[in-house]
């Protein structure tokens, strides 16, 4: 099975940026890598997507090497309300199952 | 507003009871999927239909059952409530069978049995 592996937690200070690196050995060669944020209560929500090299829309970058063996996530001069629970997805197995790890925590301190 | 709606937004039940959660999908949507934050926890991965069809099942108890129905409104059901099936459950959906799709999340059903 495809599986994400990335640190429990980060800290950061406002202002700067942040980068969460995801592990994830088994990925197929057909899936993608997809980042989504999470605020206490609220659904998770779409931030990015790609499947090699960088991509970069208005909230983050995402760098994927050739291998696509691991992914970063890239947010740029971070603020207080960036504090979340970043996910970093792909594919699980067989049974294509869009499944979460565990996360990474995220706090923008001032 | 992710164009997910779930209703109730909360719910407040007894042990024993039975309890049903809707879905509305975003407007085109075909792909639902349902899932469980415990309180401090990860999203638990529950059941994903697409156009009404059963596509994959993660850790859903058998006291848990969902369905999609033909306008694609998706419903999960509890039964048998525990204390520890007090959670945040939420459903998302997307347009296409591929995970390799954007989801998008509405926002939860918050359930406390009691």
Not at chain 1, 37 to 45: E, H, I, L, V, Y
Not at chain 2, 7 to 34: E, F, M, N
Not at chain 2, 87 to 95: K, Q, T, V
Request: hydrophobic fraction near 30%; aromatic fraction near 10%.
């Amino acid at each position: 099975l495809a599986k994400t592996t990335q640190p429990i937690s980060m800290d950061s200070y406002e202002g700067q940026e942040v980068n969460i690196t995801c592990s994830h050995n088994n990925i197929a060669t057909n899936d993608y890598i997809t980042w989504y944020q999470q605020f206490p209560s609220q659904g998770p929500r779409f931030i990015i997507q790609g499947y090699k090299t960088k991509v970069t829309n208005e909230v983050a970058s995402l760098f994927i090497p050739a291998d696509r063996k691991s992914s970063t996530l890239s947010l740029p001069r971070v603020s207080l309300s960036d504090t979340a629970v970043y996910y970093c997805l792909s594919p699980s197995g067989s049974a294509r199952q869009l499944t979460f790890g565990s996360g990474t925590q995220l706090t923008v301190l001032p | 507003d992710s164009g997910v709606t779930q209703t109730p937004k909360h719910l407040i039940t007894a042990t024993g009871q039975r309890v049903t959660l809707r879905c509305s999908p975003r407007s085109g949507d075909l792909s639902v999927y349902w899932y469980q934050q415990s309180l401090d926890q990860g999203l638990q991965f529950l059941i994903q239909y697409y156009n009404g069809e059963e596509r994959a099942k993660g850790n859903i108890l058998e006291r848990f059952s969902a369905q999609q129905f033909p306008d694609l409104h998706s419903e999960l059901n509890l039964s048998s409530l525990e204390l520890g099936d007090s959670a945040l459950y939420f459903c998302a959906s997307s347009a296409f069978r591929t995970e390799n799709t954007e989801a998008f999340f509405g926002q939860g059903t918050r359930l406390t049995v009691v």
